[in-house]
Antibody
C-alpha cells in the first residue's frame, strides 16, 4: 500500500525556520517526482514546490510566494522528501501536504494526511 | 502566477449533471494538456479525480469526466449523488514550470 506520512509541523515564530519531512512507503521513491501543497485554514489549495527525480537532475521548482525562502530536497536512500522553510511569515500558516507526482504529468496522487504549520508570535 | 478561476459554488439535484469550469490563460490551461481535478471532503485529504484533462485514475467513478476548450477546462459530474458534495479544485502546469490551482468550487447536492 502506498503511504505518505508528513511530520515536522509545529508552532513557530515569524522569521524562524522549520523542516518538514515526508516519509513514504509502498513504492520506489526514487522513481517519482514529489511535491508539497499547502492549505491555509478555511482556504483553497496552493502549490508550493516540487522536485524531479534524479534521472531528471533532481531539479526543483517553487511558487513565487516561497521562492528564496523554502528549499525542497529528497533522500532517495531513506525514501524521504523534505521541505526546509526559512524566514517564515504568518501567511505561511497552513496544513502542508506532500504528494507523489504521476510520471509524465503534473498530477498529485496520492496525498499524505498533512502536517500543520502555525506561524505566530 | 494568478490562480485559475472557478465558480465559488455549483449545485444540483440528485441524478442531475453539473459542470464546473476552470479558466486560465494560454500560459497554463490553454497551453498544456496538464489539467487535473481534485475532490476534497471537509476535513479530508484531497483526492485526484481527473488528470491530463480527461483521464480518470483507477477507482474513480466514470460519472466524473473532464474536458478542455481553449483556456477553459471543465469537470462534469453525471448522475449527481449525495457523496459528491465536496470542494473541487482544478490545477494546471504553467509556462513557468510551476503548478497553479483554482480557487475551488463548493458542490452542493440539493
Amino acid at each position: 500500500e502506498v503511504q505518505l506520512v508528513e511530520s515536522g509541523g509545529d508552532l513557530v515564530q515569524p522569521g524562524r525556520s522549520l523542516r518538514l519531512s515526508c516519509t513514504v512507503s509502498g513504492f520506489t521513491f526514487g522513481d517519482y517526482a514529489m511535491s508539497w501543497v499547502r492549505q491555509a485554514p478555511g482556504k483553497g489549495l496552493e502549490w508550493v514546490s516540487f522536485i524531479r527525480t534524479k534521472a531528471y537532475g533532481g531539479t526543483t521548482e517553487y511558487a513565487a510566494s516561497v521562492k528564496g525562502r523554502f528549499i525542497i530536497s529528497r533522500d532517495d536512500s531513506k525514501s524521504i522528501a523534505y521541505l526546509q522553510m526559512n524566514s517564515l511569515k504568518t501567511e505561511d500558516t497552513a496544513v502542508y501536504y506532500c504528494s507523489r507526482i504521476i510520471p509524465g504529468t503534473t498530477s498529485f496522487d496520492p496525498w499524505g494526511q498533512g502536517t500543520l504549520v502555525t506561524v505566530s508570535s | 502566477q494568478s490562480a485559475l478561476t472557478q465558480p465559488a459554488s455549483v449545485s444540483g439535484s440528485p441524478g442531475q449533471s453539473i459542470t464546473i469550469s476552470c479558466t486560465g490563460t494560454s500560459s497554463d490551461v490553454g497551453g498544456y494538456n496538464y489539467v487535473s481535478w481534485y475532490q476534497q471532503h471537509p476535513g479530508k485529504v484531497p483526492k485526484l479525480m481527473i488528470y491530463d484533462v480527461t483521464n480518470r485514475p483507477s477507482g474513480v467513478s466514470n460519472r466524473f469526466s473532464g474536458s478542455k476548450s481553449g483556456n477553459t477546462a471543465s469537470l462534469t459530474i453525471s448522475g449527481l449523488q449525495a457523496e459528491d458534495e465536496a470542494d473541487y479544485y482544478c490545477s494546471s502546469y504553467t509556462s513557468s514550470s510551476t503548478v497553479v490551482f483554482g480557487g475551488g468550487t463548493k458542490v452542493t447536492v440539493l
